[in-house]
């Protein structure tokens, strides 16, 4: 099928590829929210990882890691990129649908747009529980 | 040296048409445009002799006799004819009863056999679909297990159109002349390919198809055994008789001749194609396996066509694969550009879990294929998996000693 080009920039340069740790320790700190979203044998699974201010409550990093096909690992590299410097609130705010439009996805890959989307409030209902 | 891009590999879908075969098909489109049904004039005898040239060259190089041959728009035709026509043939009772016989066929079958089986079920006749080992493979002694007294006819592959892996055909078909059993077969992919003796190796009704071996596409045979035993079918197309009445319509005498010239060149060069195919194809292994972790061939390694390779990548997401070497073409054994986000039914009848199922690429080789372009792809595909895997979160978690497996994932 044919991508967007934003998708084939996100794909091919992805922004915020990484992990703040090991999953061990990633688990301990308090100051980092981990959502992981989907599930292998339907062919994505994205962890998504927010580093939050504690006193000012604001995203200050977010990395990802993504097994999925290039409309996921774009819409995942977008969230890293929209989380950044928003508050927790302002996270939440971010839908789905903005994503589809930011990249224009097709119908057959909106449900990667749902995936990042539930990344988003995984990980910060994650970090939430952490405090 | 350079490779041109894109590169296709991709044959076991389709082929280009053999220059040659083009050749051949170039006069009956303008100047030997008869028909061979018109049995009156110089016109109608000039394609006729055409087409009896191509029945001759197809019935040599399955050993059949030339009488045996009926032309097809393609394997998904011949297929068609095969098997409804042999069920509604042998059927035990009329149309509208059940209990009207039984037919065996393999859960990992092309589309175009497991189809007609089904519309078979719902027609009244009942249908065992046999799961192959993890080696993907179909044996005489599965079809032996399966076999009732009601059984009128056994349909199994050659070769598996996704994994090349070959099934024990002689031996079926032995098995279905001894307990006189009708016996299809798919060979799509085997034949112009492989040695092919079909009174030798027990077929009863071969189906095969122009544009996997290089003629053009729209034109393929069914093999009808006419003698020991006379295989009878019922016609599912009305009309003008062709074909011994298995086929009405006029026949595609342009088709039928470039099929004809493909089988005639495959029958010439196909001992050393596969040759050649072959050590490419183990080299393309051996590169990966020897450069990737979590990697595998599927199906039965030593009984595989040679010119195709199925590799799973574990942890990386086969439409981003595909993706990242998006200048080669080839097959993803998961076909979720689709809605339907599934994996490969034959991947998964392998009991291949659905996360490598999802990771899977199949490679076929050709008739043009290069050491070059197969050392490029090689490297190109290398690359693609570690790129994916520097992003995979799975990837990590094995590399950290996590069980995927034992995760609770939430399925979306």
């Given at each position: ?131 | ?224 055994r006419r003698r020991k035993p006379r295989i009878r079918l019922t016609a599912l197309q009305e009309g003008g008789g062709q074909e011994r009445g298995f086929r009405s319509g006029t026949l595609n005498v342009t088709g039928i001749v470039g099929l004809g010239k493909a089988c005639g060149i495959c029958a010439q060069t196909m001992d050393d194609e596969r040759e050649r195919l072959l050590v490419l194809r183990n080299e393309l292994e051996t590169k ?125």
């Open positions: 099928m044919a991508y967007g080009e934003k998708v084939i920039d996100h794909y091919e340069n992805p922004r915020n590829v990484g992990t703040f740790g090991t999953q061990k320790e990633i688990k301990a700190s308090a100051e980092i929210g981990v959502g992981l979203v989907g599930a292998p044998e339907c062919g994505d699974v994205m962890q998504l990882q927010i580093k939050v201010n504690d006193d000012t409550g604001v995203i200050e990093d977010a990395k990802f890691k993504c097994f999925g096909c290039g409309s996921a690992i774009a819409s995942s590299s977008l969230a890293t990129e929209w989380l950044k410097g928003k508050s927790l609130d302002e996270g939440l705010e971010i839908k789905n649908t903005e994503i589809v439009e930011e990249l224009s996805l097709p119908p057959v890959k909106i449900h990667c747009s749902v995936l990042a989307e539930d990344a988003i409030k995984a990980a910060i209902s994650d970090y939430k529980s952490k405090q | 040296m350079g490779v041109t891009l894109p590169m296709y590999l991709d044959h076991a879908a389709t082929t280009p048409c053999d220059p040659r075969v083009v050749e051949a098909m170039m006069p009956y489109f303008t100047e030997i445009f008869g028909n061979p049904g018109s049995r009156n004039h110089s016109f109608g005898w000039a394609a006729e002799k055409g087409v009896k040239i191509a029945r001759q060259q197809i019935a040599d190089l399955i050993g059949a006799d030339s009488k045996e041959i009926i032309f097809t728009s393609g394997s998904t035709e011949s297929n068609n004819i095969a098997i409804k026509g042999a069920a509604n043939m042998y059927a035990k009772k009329p149309a509208g009863q059940s209990g009207r016989g039984h037919i065996i066929t393999a859960i990992h079958e092309h589309k175009a056999v497991l189809d007609p089986c089904k519309r078979m079920e719902k027609d009244g006749f009942d249908v065992t679909y046999l799961a192959p080992g993890p080696d993907g493979l179909i044996t005489r002694s599965m079809i032996e297990d399966a076999l009732r007294e009601d059984t009128i006819l056994v349909t199994i592959m050659w070769a598996n159109n996704e994994l090349g892996t070959i099934n024990e055909i002689p031996e079926i078909g032995e098995l279905c002349h001894e307990k006189k059993v009708v016996f299809h077969t798919d060979a799509t992919q085997w034949v112009g390919k492989m040695p092919t003796n079909v009174k030798l190796d027990n077929v009863d009704l071969l189906s095969l198809s122009g544009h996997k071996i290089y003629g053009p596409k729209g034109v393929g045979a069914l093999y009808v990966i396996e020897s450069a990737l972790d979590v990697t595998q061939v599927n199906g039965a390694r030593d009984r595989r066509l040679a010119h195709i390779t199925n590799i799973s990548f574990g942890f990386v997401e086969g439409e981003s694969l595909m993706m990242a070497i998006k200048e080669i073409a080839v097959s993803s054994g998961s076909a979720c550009t689709s809605a339907s986000l599934e994996p490969s039914y034959v991947l998964k009848a392998l009991g291949i879990g659905d996360d490598l199922a999802h990771s899977s690429l199949r490679i076929s080789m050709g008739r043009w294929t290069t050491k070059e372009q197969i050392d490029y792809a090689g490297d190109k595909i290398i690359e693609a998996v570690q790129k994916l895997r520097v992003l995979s979160p799975l990837y990590d978690m094995h590399n950290e000693g996590i069980d995927i497996t034992k995760i609770e994932w939430a399925a979306h």
